[in-house]
């Protein structure tokens, strides 16, 4: 069967081979909750949807009209065959209940490294954040290596102490990083892009092949689990 949890998600789960992302856009932040428990509803109410998926998360979006899906599969093949059998169904009954879901987008990802939370620290995150960055079309190979030098940077003397973990992840469409970062709070982030640019960031920043970069903030509001 299927449970909710209030837990965040494990990005570092090894047996997490196809992590997915995808947002919806549902136009007011009382539809985002109508949209919420009816995902929870439709879930709870069927056996859980794959041997192959480890978890189901939704986070609302801070800008009051969007939702962010996170899934964590072992494996693209696993996920192929829940949508034959068992997605329409599930989207028919969230589509009636809220009508008029935009689905923009689906993303499939694998990770590529994570400046994981320190051991023993047990904050919950008061906000995640995602941050994709898109690379030009010759630029996909250079992706590890824009990580790598993100990572360095929060490694450094200046790493912010209200950044609990950040994860990143890269596109399988070879096109861009995304970033999904877990926060103290929403002052800590500000506090921390308000402050002076340090040259680490610089470099990142104006790294070669580099289009752009767009942020989200979101809260956590569901986790399903089997």
């Known amino acids: 069967m299927t449970s909710r949890t209030h837990a965040h998600p494990d990005l570092t789960r090894p047996e997490a081979g196809a992590p997915f992302f995808s947002t919806w856009r549902v136009g007011s932040p009382e539809r985002q909750a109508e949209t919420v428990e009816a995902v929870a509803?439709?879930?709870?109410?069927?056996?859980?949807?794959?041997?192959?998926?480890?978890?189901y998360h939704l986070y609302a979006g801070h800008d009051g009209t969007t939702l962010l899906h996170h899934s964590q599969w072992r494996s693209e093949q696993g996920y192929e065959a829940f949508v034959k059998t068992r997605r329409q169904e599930r989207n028919d009954e969230i589509?009636?209940?809220?009508?008029?879901?935009?689905?923009?987008?689906?993303?499939?990802?694998?990770?590529?490294?994570?400046?994981?939370?320190?051991?023993?620290?047990?904050?919950?995150?008061?906000?995640?954040?995602?941050?994709?960055i898109d690379f030009e079309p010759d630029a996909a190979d250079r992706r590890a290596d824009w990580v790598d030098l993100v990572l360095a940077a929060l490694d450094g003397p200046d790493a912010d102490r209200g950044l609990i973990s950040a994860h990143f992840h890269l596109g399988t469409d070879g096109t861009h990083v995304l970033n999904?970062?877990?926060?103290?709070?929403?002052?800590?982030?500000?506090?921390?892009?308000?402050?002076p640019e340090s040259p680490e960031f610089e470099r990142v920043r104006t790294y070669p092949g580099v289009k752009g970069f767009t942020g989200s903030r979101y809260r956590h509001a569901l986790g399903l689990v089997p």
């Open 41 to 55: 509803r439709t879930w709870e109410r069927r056996p859980w949807g794959s041997a192959d998926l480890l978890g």
């Open 180 to 195: 999904y970062a877990e926060w103290e709070s929403d002052g800590a982030y500000d506090e921390a892009i308000g402050g």
């Open 95 to 132: 589509d009636t209940a809220v009508p008029g879901i935009e689905r923009v987008r689906l993303d499939r990802y694998r990770r590529y490294r994570s400046r994981e939370r320190a051991a023993g620290d047990a904050r919950v995150p008061g906000l995640v954040v995602t941050v994709r």
